[in-house]
């Protein structure tokens, strides 16, 4: 799977800013899906609400919220890939993160970011679960996580920009 950094970025960039509140936030990563390789092409900000609860923080996102992204995605010939969400402490699938995914297809992704994603886009750091047929979320550990997500700099370059670049050259 590949995230590109600035894709990582946004979202990590949400998840600090929802703990310099005192909460969790939570974004999803989208992308396309050529045989096995997956590229994330977009971060999704959902609309969330966040607050505590008993036995600690929570973060929701509406039915309605989710349906606005899946059909935003399916006009886009985009598939939900992940999920990536911050605790205050330490990163591990909490069993409210067990029961209440956004990201439900088998093979899904979820990440939870330590320390309100105080440490940027580290992967190392991050707690990496795939949901599985047989064992359910399962943490992936060490080297597989490195393998999982691969972090590339460029961002394939817009379609839209090869097509303004032909239309000029065939003008003159
Ligand atoms: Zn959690």
């Keep these: 799977m590949y995230l590109p950094k600035n894709c990582a970025q946004i979202a990590i960039e949400a998840l600090y800013r929802a703990g310099t509140r005192g909460v969790e936030g939570v974004a999803l990563f989208a992308g396309v899906r050529e045989g096995n390789t997956f590229t994330i092409t977009q971060t999704i900000i959902p609309l969330q609400k966040a607050g505590s609860?008993?036995?600690?923080?929570?973060?929701?996102?509406?039915?309605?919220?989710?349906?606005?992204?899946?059909?935003?995605?399916?006009?886009?010939?985009?598939?939900?890939?992940?999920?990536?969400?911050?605790?205050?402490?330490?990163?591990?699938?909490?069993?409210?993160?067990?029961a209440f995914p956004i990201v439900t297809v088998l093979g899904g992704v979820s990440i939870v970011v330590p320390n309100f994603a105080m440490g940027g886009v580290k992967i190392s750091e991050w707690a990496i679960y795939r949901l599985l047929p047989n064992t359910g979320w399962t943490e992936i550990n060490g080297k597989q996580k490195e393998k999982l997500f691969v972090i590339n700099d460029d961002i394939p370059a817009p379609k839209q920009v090869s097509v303004k670049w032909y239309k000029f050259w065939l003008w003159l």
């Design 53 to 98: 609860v008993e036995d600690g923080l929570i973060y929701v996102v509406s039915g309605e919220e989710l349906e606005r992204i899946g059909l935003e995605l399916y006009d886009n010939g985009l598939q939900l890939f992940a999920q990536i969400h911050s605790h205050p402490g330490a990163a591990y699938h909490s069993e409210t993160d067990d």
